[in-house]
T-cell receptor
Framework: EAQVTQNPRYLITVTGKKLTVTCSQNMNHEYMSWYRQDPGLGLRQIYYSMNVEVTDKGDVPEGYKVSRKEKRNFPLILESPSPNQTSLYFC?????????????FGSGTRLTVV | DQQVKQNSPSLSVQEGRISILNCDYTNSMFDYFLWYKKYPAEGPTFLISISSIKDKNEDGRFTVFLNKSAKHLSLHIVPSQPGDSAVYFCAASWANNLFFGTGTRLTVIP
């Protein structure tokens, strides 16, 4: 089944403790992206990657890092999480840049930073 | 500044009737527009898209209309079904980014 898999689904952590949210897709998509969803703000792009070793900032990159060492994986790293990073995170992949063919989204990771 | 806006947070429609969800945008550089549907505890699911050079695209019960002069698009669902109850996000594509609206919660009443 074609899918984007994110782990974990739920995570509660403390301020300053480094964490990684993993994302993997099995569709051989070149384009991958991370979004966060907050009430009243919709989904906002954090980082995106056009291919292996090619990443760039989205709208809200502060406090996040990403890497793309393999085509299928695009982990999101929070080096020193803060409470304002409490949010619902989605990873997505697409065959084309900009997602005109429609992104495939993962099921989401709900992160709480206390 | 929100480049894609959905001004109606919620909409209720009777089963079998038409649902019309609206979206406005500010950036004339957007080249694709998309609609996504989201159920609780799931990621958004792609529904339908339209290129900026077209004014209408239809897929089964779903039709998207684009009015470039008004910077407005809408999604029509006919006939509406209870399973259509979800949050609908409008999105617009430009420069490797997909900009999302804040969503409209559609409730279809049986």
């Amino acid at each position: 089944e074609a899918q984007v898999t994110q782990n974990p689904r739920y995570l509660i952590t403390v301020t300053g403790k480094k964490l990684t949210v993993t994302c993997s897709q099995n569709m051989n998509h070149e384009y991958m992206s991370w979004y966060r969803q907050d009430p009243g703000l919709g989904l906002r792009q954090i980082y995106y990657s056009m291919n292996v070793e090619v990443t760039d900032k989205g709208d809200v990159p502060e406090g996040y890092k990403v890497s793309r060492k393999e085509k299928r994986n695009f982990p999101l790293i929070l080096e020193s999480p803060s409470p304002n990073q409490t949010s619902l995170y989605f990873c997505a992949s697409s065959l084309t840049q900009g997602g005109s063919d429609g992104y495939t989204f993962g099921s989401g990771t709900r992160l709480t930073v206390v | 500044d929100q480049q894609v806006k959905q001004n109606s947070p919620s909409l209720s429609v009777q089963e079998g009737r038409i649902s019309i969800l609206n979206c406005d945008y500010t950036n004339s550089m957007f080249d694709y527009f998309l609609w996504y549907k989201k159920y609780p505890a799931e990621g958004p699911t792609f529904l339908i898209s339209i290129s900026s050079i077209k004014d209408k695209n239809e897929d089964g019960r779903f039709t998207v209309f684009l009015n470039k002069s008004a910077k407005h698009l809408s999604l029509h669902i006919v006939p509406s079904q209870p399973g259509d109850s979800a949050v609908y996000f409008c999105a617009a594509s430009w420069a490797n980014n997909l900009f999302f609206g804040t969503g409209t919660r559609l409730t279809v009443i049986p």
